[in-house]
Every structure is written in structure tokens, then in C-alpha cells.
């Protein structure tokens, strides 16, 4: 009996010691709950910041082209002969009127001169006959009338007839004049088609060498239909300046102006052609060469400018992070005229001098700090 109630003192205080344990444990953590500080939110992003500037923009419309000599001509013989000689080098630049070729003229010289020996012989035909027309008719009562309306006859007959000597004799010049075969521009000769020796004919189909005008130089490229109004526009104001611009879109090759915009559009791809012309004066331009054309449509005044890296992309179209006065960012909707050279040209969402995100627009959320 006496260790029955002696059992049930031990576990009475071991249960008391127990409910003091918890009660102790549960006061400290309430007592630290309770002067533990508020958590901090979320850590501030670093970004690099900038601001909307001011300045005046060039608008270009670009389009891909391709360099055309202003002017390319066959050579080509007009008589037939040798081609006694051949004065040009391949590559050569020539002036109009140089001579090029020479083909075998003796033919065409015997052949003039027989023609002036017939010209020469008929004249004095007429003159004999003028002169018995005047003797007919200074006896006129002792002449039938018959005899000297026939005479007059065979005098108009002779006249025609030196007419005609003539008419061969400036044929047979200019047969003559084709054997010297001359550039008809300034330009340079690619290469030799027919070679010293050959005999050539006017119908021959390749030609004796290709003279190809270099200076001024044609860019012919293409631009959406929808930019014909604003290019009309401008045209008519005065010359609008063309670059031509390499593959590598940055080294400039030559500074032209438009010559001419088609007379159509390409229903087909819904482009419309245009041709500036190039002075090319350091034959950075040949032709067959491509080129991205790029045409200075305006300059727009005071356009607000920022860095390209500030205009982000998304569902609904082109925005940037501005930086409000409590250094938190929201986002901002933006349209874009063009970007060029690394910056954009804002048309609508943003203001002179307005504090945007150019870098580190990544991890950055509505509000975030």
C-alpha cells in the first residue's frame, strides 16, 4: 500500500515538472514571436537608367538594290570585212569618238571612187545636154517644138540621174566611214569578243566588246507600295538623297538622288521600283553589284530619342519600363517610327527628359523597386 501511493506521488510530480517544461517553452517562443522584426520585402533591382532626349532624326526607307551602268553598249560592226586592227586594251577607259577597231576599207574605197567616176560621167552628160537644149531653142523657128520638149526631157533625165550619182556616192561614204569603228560614249571596254584578223559581219551576234559607262553610275531598288504617297510627296518638293550602302549595312559606298519612280507597281509583291543616280566618281559602285539603297525620306525635328535597348517587345505590341519619382517602374506602351544606329525614335508613350530602363529590364516587374 505504501509504495502504491508512493508510485502515484512520483508521477504526479513528473507530470507537474512536465506541463512546467512546455509552459516554459511555449512563453519563449510567443516572447520572440513577439519581438521578432516584420520581414523585409522583396530586394531592390539594379538597372542601368537613362532618359528620353531631344534631337533631329533622319527618316530612311530601305530597300535592296542593284547597281546598272547608266549607260551599256554593244559594239557591234555595221559592214562586213577583216578586222585589220583592234586599237583598244581590255579594260580600257575611253572617250566617245575614240576609235576602237578598223576593218579592211579598200573595198569600200574602190567603191566610192566608182561611184564618183559615174557621178562624174553623167554630169558631163548633162552639161552636153543643156548645151544642145540651148541651141534647140535659140533656133526654135527652124526646130520642131517635138525636138526640144524631147531634149528637155533627156536634160531632166541626165539632172535625176547626178542626183542619184550623188545619192551613191554619200551611201558609199558612210559604207566607207563604218570600216573605223569609234566608241559612241565615254565608258570602259570589258572584254574582247572578237580577236585581230577575223572576218566580221553586220550580223554577227556577239559583237566586237562591251563599253559600259561607269560615271554617273544607276541604283535601281525597290520599296513597299505603301510609301509611294510620302515619296511622290517629297519628289516634287525637290531632289531627295539616296545612299548606297554596302551589304554590311554599315559602310556607305556612294550619295545619290532619285532619277526616277516607276511608272507602276509590282502587283505581284506589292513593291514599286525607283533609280537614283550615283556621280561614282571613285568607282566604288559596279554594275551587278547589290546594295541595300537607303532613301532619306524627312528629317524629323526634335524627335524624342532613346537607346534601342529601352523599346521591349511583347503580346501587346512595343513598351518600356519608365522609372517613376518613388524609383519604382511601371510599364509604358510605345510606338516606334524607327530604330537606327542604336537608337529609336519614339513617336507616342513617352516624354522629353523622362527617365527609362535601358538595361536590366529582366527581372524587372510592374512596381518592382
Not at 581590255?90 to 578598223?102: M, R, T, W
Not at 569609234?182 to 559583237?207: C, E, F, K, W, Y
Not at 561614282?280 to 528629317?299: I, K, M, S, Y
Not at 501587346?316 to 519600363?321: E, I, N, P, Q, S
Request: hydrophobic share 40%; charged share 20%; net charge neutral.
Amino acid at each position: 500500500m505504501t509504495n502504491t501511493k508512493t508510485t502515484r506521488k512520483r508521477w504526479g510530480i513528473g507530470l507537474v515538472c512536465l506541463l512546467l517544461v512546455i509552459g516554459g517553452v511555449w512563453a519563449y517562443r510567443h516572447h520572440a514571436a513577439a519581438n521578432k522584426p516584420p520581414a523585409a520585402g522583396p530586394p531592390p533591382v539594379p538597372v542601368v537608367p537613362g532618359r528620353v532626349t531631344q534631337k533631329d532624326v533622319p527618316i530612311y526607307l530601305d530597300g535592296l538594290g542593284t547597281v546598272q551602268a547608266f549607260n551599256a553598249v554593244t559594239i557591234r560592226v555595221r559592214v562586213d570585212g577583216e578586222l585589220k586592227k583592234v586599237t583598244f586594251t581590255e579594260g580600257q577607259d575611253v572617250k566617245a569618238g575614240d576609235v576602237l577597231a578598223q576593218i579592211d576599207p579598200d573595198s569600200f574605197r574602190a567603191a566610192l571612187e566608182q561611184t564618183e567616176a559615174k557621178k562624174a560621167q553623167d554630169e558631163a552628160q548633162l552639161a552636153n545636154g543643156r548645151i544642145e537644149l540651148e541651141r534647140n531653142v535659140s533656133a526654135s523657128n527652124a526646130v520642131a517644138r517635138q525636138v526640144i520638149d524631147t531634149q528637155q526631157a533627156l536634160v531632166d533625165q541626165l539632172a535625176a540621174q547626178v542626183k542619184a550619182d550623188q545619192a551613191a556616192i554619200n551611201s558609199a561614204n558612210i559604207q566607207l566611214a563604218y570600216t573605223t569603228i569609234t566608241s559612241p560614249l565615254d565608258g570602259r571596254t570589258g572584254v574582247r569578243l572578237v580577236d585581230q584578223g577575223n572576218i566580221v559581219h553586220a550580223t554577227d551576234a556577239s559583237g566586237l566588246v562591251v563599253v559600259t559607262q561607269l560615271k554617273p553610275i544607276s541604283v535601281v531598288f525597290t520599296l513597299p507600295e505603301q510609301s509611294v504617297p510620302a515619296i511622290q510627296k517629297e519628289h516634287a518638293a525637290g531632289d531627295i538623297v539616296v545612299l548606297a550602302v554596302d551589304r554590311d549595312n554599315k559602310t556607305i559606298l556612294g550619295t545619290g538622288q532619285l532619277a526616277v519612280i516607276d511608272n507602276q507597281i509590282d502587283v505581284t509583291t506589292g513593291t514599286i521600283r525607283l533609280k537614283a543616280t550615283f556621280p561614282n566618281e571613285d568607282l566604288r559602285l559596279w554594275p551587278g553589284q547589290f546594295v541595300n539603297a537607303r532613301l532619306l525620306l524627312a528629317t524629323r525635328k526634335g524627335g524624342l530619342v532613346v537607346p534601342a535597348s529601352v523599346v521591349q517587345r511583347g503580346p501587346d505590341g512595343a513598351y518600356a519600363f519608365v522609372i517613376k519619382d518613388d524609383q519604382t517602374v511601371a510599364i509604358q506602351p510605345v510606338k516606334v517610327a524607327q530604330i537606327e544606329n542604336g537608337e529609336a525614335l519614339i513617336d507616342e508613350g513617352l516624354q522629353t527628359n523622362q527617365a527609362v530602363v535601358v538595361d536590366g529590364q529582366y527581372r524587372l516587374q510592374p512596381g518592382s523597386q
